[in-house]
T-cell receptor
Framework: EAQVTQNPRYLITVTGKKLTVTCSQN?????MSWYRQDPGLGLRQIYYSMNVEVTDKGDVPEGYKVSRKEKRNFPLILESPSPNQTSLYFCASSLTPPGLAHNEQFFGPGTRLTVL | DQQVKQNSPSLSVQEGRISILNCDYTNSMFDYFLWYKKYPAEGPTFLISISSIKDKNEDGRFTVFLNKSAKHLSLHIVPSQPGDSAVYFCAASRGTASKLTFGTGTRLQVTL
């Protein structure tokens, strides 16, 4: 089954404790992105990757790191989480650029992160 | 600065009627516009899209209209069904289309 998986689905942590949210896709997609969803702000792109070892900043990259060492994986790293990073996070992948018309971007189920 | 805006946080429509969801944008450089649907506890799913060279795109019950001069797009759902109840996000991109800017979302409730 074609899918994007994220782990963990839920995470409660404390300020300053480094964490990683994993993302994996089995569709051999070139493009992958991370988004966060917050009430009243919609979805905002954090980082995106066009291929292995090629990443770039989205609209809200501060406080996050990513890496793309393999095509299928795109982990999101919070080196020193803060309470303002409490959010619902989505990973997504697509064969072509995510903003292209007629292109379908597949989203994972989401990771709800709480930073105390 | 919110470049893509959905000014109606919620909308309620009777089953069988037309649902019209609106989206405004400020960046005239946007080339592509997309709509996503999101159910609770799931990731968004792609619904329909349109490029700036067109003013209308249709897919079954869903039609997207683009008015470039007004920097406005709308999604029409006809007829609306209870399964359409979800949060709808519009999104826009430009150039290489790797960067995608979403609106704040509109929650659609289709009532019986």
């Amino acid at each position: 089954e074609a899918q994007v998986t994220q782990n963990p689905r839920y995470l409660i942590t404390v300020t300053g404790k480094k964490l990683t949210v994993t993302c994996s896709q089995n569709m051999n997609h070139e493009y992958m992105s991370w988004y966060r969803q917050d009430p009243g702000l919609g979805l905002r792109q954090i980082y995106y990757s066009m291929n292995v070892e090629v990443t770039d900043k989205g609209d809200v990259p501060e406080g996050y790191k990513v890496s793309r060492k393999e095509k299928r994986n795109f982990p999101l790293i919070l080196e020193s989480p803060s309470p303002n990073q409490t959010s619902l996070y989505f990973c997504a992948s697509s064969l072509t650029p995510p903003g292209l018309a007629h292109n379908e971007q597949f989203f994972g189920p989401g990771t709800r992160l709480t930073v105390l | 600065d919110q470049q893509v805006k959905q000014n109606s946080p919620s909308l309620s429509v009777q089953e069988g009627r037309i649902s019209i969801l609106n989206c405004d944008y400020t960046n005239s450089m946007f080339d592509y516009f997309l709509w996503y649907k999101k159910y609770p506890a799931e990731g968004p799913t792609f619904l329909i899209s349109i490029s700036s060279i067109k003013d209308k795109n249709e897919d079954g019950r869903f039609t997207v209209f683009l008015n470039k001069s007004a920097k406005h797009l709308s999604l029409h759902i006809v007829p609306s069904q209870p399964g359409d109840s979800a949060v709808y996000f519009c999104a826009a991109s430009r150039g290489t289309a790797s960067k995608l800017t979403f609106g704040t979302g509109t929650r659609l409730q289709v009532t019986l």
